[in-house]
């Protein structure tokens, strides 16, 4: 049974955006320190591993609460701008982040036509955001290394996302 895509965004859905951008802006920036922490005591592998995928909560998050076209790329975009607001590290590179992180995201749920948004969409939702993550790393802070190290880099930065992004899709079905 085919399941009608409801396309237009309600004030509720409106609401849920609001509160998912607020609530993942101050994780986001809450999460920064806990990086660099880990960033010095385990190295960039272990690093990317353990937090790069908080970053890429937002968006599966929204997308398994609103269940609509674009749903993740906005939680993800407005998370990071909410975050931008706040005075941190990355300053207005954060919302280019999001931006990026909300597009790679939200094609997970483009590729099941908006007709899925479980577990496993919310990992490869997650997962997705890595690649826009080492691409801009690379571009704005020029973190590069051999084809290995960054392969692995990605490799952290992928698993980190689909374990966070499963996260989010398990706490967007709990509070539907």
């Known amino acids: 049974m085919s399941e009608r895509i ?3 965004y309600t004030g509720v859905d409106y609401a849920l955006l609001g509160v ?3 609530a993942f802006g101050i994780v986001f920036f809450a999460a920064w320190p806990v990086y660099y922490a880990v960033k ?3 190295g960039p592998v272990l690093a990317k591993l ?3 995928g908080i970053w890429f909560m937002a968006a599966p998050l929204a997308a398994s609460l609103i269940r609509k076209p674009l749903s993740g790329f906005l939680g ?9 607001i706040i005075p941190n590290a990355g300053g207005v590179t954060n919302l280019i982040y999001g931006l990026a ?3 790679a995201s939200e094609i997970a749920y483009l590729l099941f036509k908006y007709r899925k948004w479980g577990v496993a969409q919310g990992a490869l939702s997650g997962a997705l955001a890595a690649f826009p993550a080492l691409a801009l790393d690379a571009l704005l802070w ?5 084809p290995e190290v960054m392969a692995i880099w990605l490799a952290g930065a992928l698993v980190s996302g689909a374990i966070y992004g499963s996260v989010a899709a398990l706490i967007g079905k709990s509070l539907r």
Do not use: H, M
């Open 6 to 8: 409801p396309k237009r």
């Open 20 to 22: 998912v951008a607020v």
């Open 40 to 42: 010095a005591v385990g």
């Open 50 to 52: 353990l937090t790069y």
């Open 76 to 84: 993800e975009t407005l998370a990071a701008l909410i975050e931008t």
């Open 101 to 103: 992180q909300g597009a």
């Open 142 to 146: 020029g973190d590069i290394a051999t």
